[in-house]
Every structure is written in C-alpha cells, then in structure tokens.
C-alpha cells in the first residue's frame, strides 16, 4: 500500500525550460511534505519543504505547490540546469506522528544541454 | 559540519555472515533513522531512535535485523545471518527536533550478499 506515489518514473527537460515533477498521496494525515534530491552513490538531499497550511513555498528555482484537496503536490525547477539531473523524491510526514517520513518511488529528471 | 558519515560505504559477503553498518549522525541531532533503498520497495524506514531509544522498529524485516544506538553519536544496523534478498543500500539519517522535519542523510552503505 503506496501511501505517497510518483507515477513518472522518468522525466526529460531541456536545459533553461520548466521541471515540473509531481507526487500524489493518499493518507489525509500527511500535513508536511519534502522534496529531497539524490545523485548517484549519494545520500538523498534535502531541497524544500511545505507544510499543509500552505498552498506554495518558493526557495530560488525551486517552488513546491500543494493541492490537499486532490492530495498532490508538485516540485517545479525554472529554470532546470544541468547539473539538476538526479533523482527526486517526496516525502510526507504527519506532523507530531514520530518524525517519520514516508517516501514516493522517486523521479528521475534529466536535463539536456 | 561533517554530516552524517556510515560506514562501510560497500560491503560484501556470503550468505550466513553476520553484518554490521555504522553511523555517526550530526552531532547536536537527537533523532537517527535507518533506511533501506531496493529497487522493488523504494526508500522504506527500518528503525528510528529519539535519544538513543529506539522508537519504531516495525519496518524491520525480520528478526535477523536489529539496530542499536548505544550512546548520542553512534549507532549500529546488524543483519545475521545475512541473506542475498539483503542486498541493498542502507541509508542512516539524523534530525533536531523542533526544527521541521527534515532529514540529513549519510551517502549509505551498499551491501551485496552473495
């Protein structure tokens, strides 16, 4: 039972142009979500946070969106570089709940130069 | 600030070996995570601790799993004996609390049994 889901396995965006990597989520518990970034033989990387009392946080190029009525949010990258290529997960948590994080499958991004 | 560190950072063994990963998280965290990455089962929590005590254990597999975290800076993920379905990377990672909920994450240990 997938609690947090990305169903892109994959994404390919030329240099300069939008990313826009998504995740759906299916416990209405969740109330704080987490992008990290993962290269490879890395360790995951924190990127940006939101919290369910927000719709939007902004963090440089990096924006994340939360629609909690249809429970998904979206990481979007403008403009995507290059060196943003890796594999991204979310991750959600219930707030008060332990700290634990439950992790999405994971996107891998590619951008071309 | 030299973030979390694991070791070893590749370990191979035969089957019925015992195995032992390590972690130093950050120093002034109070919470540690173990986690395992697989290919089928994606990044799933094994065990977390809150001041050395461990928390939740119930995404250890199987017995054969146990963890310990025997003082603020040091903790241990043991599997024996080992089997080729451990085969996988195993992440440690550290927080504050009451500073959001983000996770520092060690760069694992990718185990391969054979």
């Known amino acids: 039972d997938q609690q947090v889901k990305q169903n892109s396995p994959s994404l390919s965006v030329q240099e300069g142009r939008i990313s826009i990597l998504n995740c759906d989520y299916t416990?209405?518990?969740?109330?704080?979500f987490l992008w990290y970034k993962k290269y490879p033989a890395e360790g995951p990387t924190f990127l940006i946070s939101?919290?369910?009392?927000?719709d939007k946080n902004e963090d440089g190029r990096f924006t994340v969106f939360l629609n909690k009525s249809a429970k998904h949010l979206s990481l979007h990258i403008v403009p995507s570089q290059p060196g943003d290529s890796a594999v991204y997960f979310c991750?959600?948590?219930?707030?008060?709940?332990?700290?634990?994080?439950?992790f999405g499958g994971g996107t891998r991004l590619m951008v071309k130069p | 600030d030299a973030g979390v560190i694991q070791s070893p950072r590749h370990e191979v063994t035969e089957m019925g070996q015992e195995v032992t990963l390590r972690c130093k998280p950050i120093?002034?965290?109070?919470?540690l995570f173990w986690y395992r990455q697989t290919m089928m089962r994606g990044l799933e929590l094994l065990i977390y601790?809150?001041?050395?005590?461990?928390?939740?254990d119930s995404g250890m597999p199987e017995d054969r799993f146990s963890a310990k975290m025997p003082n603020a800076s040091f903790s241990t993920l043991k599997i024996q004996p080992s089997e080729p379905r451990d085969s996988a990377v195993y992440f440690c990672?550290?927080?504050?609390?009451?500073?959001?909920?983000?996770?520092?994450f060690g760069p694992g240990t990718r185990l391969t049994v054979t």
């Open positions: 990672a550290s927080r504050t609390t009451g500073r959001g909920y983000e996770q520092y």
């Open positions: 991750a959600a948590s219930v707030v008060g709940a332990g700290n634990m994080l439950t």
């Open positions: 601790f809150n001041n050395n005590v461990p928390i939740d």
């Open positions: 939101i919290s369910s009392i927000k």
């Open positions: 120093s002034g965290h109070n919470s």
């Open positions: 416990n209405s518990m969740f109330d704080y």
